[in-house]
């Protein structure tokens, strides 16, 4: 008698298993009773049938895409789902992209710091506070007499000019609980429009919803409970304007000095290495290459329905 070998008995119940499945195509409903020959012979299949249905009616395809995906067939995909989904399979592939990335990509996420800094330095090297000086000088708040409360609340700066006369300032001011690191930062910008040649004093009203906050409050107290950030962005002196905008900073550092994340981190990593992905993009785009060179046409299906069940639930949500 001849023998079998394991490997061999294996291929026998696989091809066995994905032959009860119906090779017809996804955009067509089963019978009863092929659904139930195929739970029977795989059990994973009832959940991808439910899956796929919902996926399917959430994307309306048009019929020109049902006619180009007509052969992807519910053995097809469930073969190409399985491969997508078998851990063991791929563990060993994500562990050695996870190492290429560790190896190559990893140098340009750690320069950050570095490309941030030679910013810095570029900005304080062109700021605009040698123009002026602009410092918190104190609070004015006045209370409604019949009720309480606050009813007019301005907080004040004094400005200097450093380099004689200037005709027009613009300046933003942010604060954040010290406490918070500088989460909840609130920013407020200003305008001094008159010509100032010595200090002048300016107020600006402050937010209506954030007025009761500054009740009874100092700058000594509130240089003692707040981070304070003042940064001049326009001035206009002899005739001439100086603008922020002109030193031409990335808009991906501005974010990342605003917010340090994950996210931040990555944009600027980008302007080290344009080619530059973060370790789970690099692996998945790794995986994702070798899933289109497995089954294209399954890919390309997969790739629709994601895009077109995820924008259908969106435009539902905004309709």
């Known amino acids: 008698m001849k023998k079998i070998s394991l490997f061999s008995l294996l291929a026998v119940i696989l091809l066995s298993s994905c032959s009860s499945i119906p090779n017809k195509s996804v955009f067509e409903d089963l019978t009863t009773d092929e ?25 309306t395809f048009s019929e020109v ?15 190409y789902i399985n491969h ?6 791929w563990a060993p592939k994500l562990e050695k992209w996870g190492k290429e990335w560790d190896e190559t990509l990893a140098n340009d996420l750690a320069k950050v710091e570095e490309k941030s800094e030679y910013w810095l330095n570029y900005k304080a090297e062109n700021s605009l506070s040698r123009f002026a000086k602009v410092e ?29 006369t200037i005709e027009q300032i613009k300046f933003t001011y942010s604060y954040s609980y010290k406490i918070n690191n500088g989460r909840g930062k609130k920013s407020h910008r200003c305008i001094y429009s008159t010509p100032i040649t010595g200090t002048r004093e300016g107020a600006w009203e402050i937010d209506y919803f954030e007025k009761e906050d500054f009740d009874g409050m100092t700058v000594s107290k509130f240089l003692q409970n707040y981070d304070l950030d003042i940064e001049i962005t326009d001035v206009r002196k002899d005739g001439k304007n100086y603008s922020l905008d002109d030193l031409n900073i990335p808009e991906v550092i501005t974010a990342f000095w605003e917010e340090d994340t994950p996210e931040t981190r990555d944009e600027v990593a980008k302007l ?22 497995y089954d294209e046409l ?10 077109k069940s995820i924008g259908n639930i969106l435009k539902g949500l905004f309709d």
Request: charged fraction near 30%; hydrophobic fraction near 30%; charge should be negative.
């Open 298 to 307: 399954c890919h390309s299906f997969q790739t629709a329905i994601k895009e």
């Open 136 to 164: 918190l000088s104190s609070f004015y708040i006045t209370h409604y007499s019949y009720i309480g409360g606050v009813d007019d609340a301005y907080i004040c700066f004094n400005i200097t000019p450093t380099e004689g």
């Open 35 to 59: 659904l139930a020959k195929a739970i029977k012979s795989d059990d994973g299949f009832g959940d991808f049938y439910e899956s796929m249905h919902g996926l399917i009616a959430l994307s």
């Open 84 to 89: 997508e989904t078998d851990s063991a399979k």
């Open 272 to 293: 080290v290495n344009p080619s530059y992905k973060n370790r789970e993009t690099y692996i998945s785009d790794k995986k994702d290459a070798e899933m289109k060179e």
């Open 65 to 79: 895409q049902k006619a180009q995906y007509k052969d992807v067939t519910y053995r097809r995909l469930y073969k």
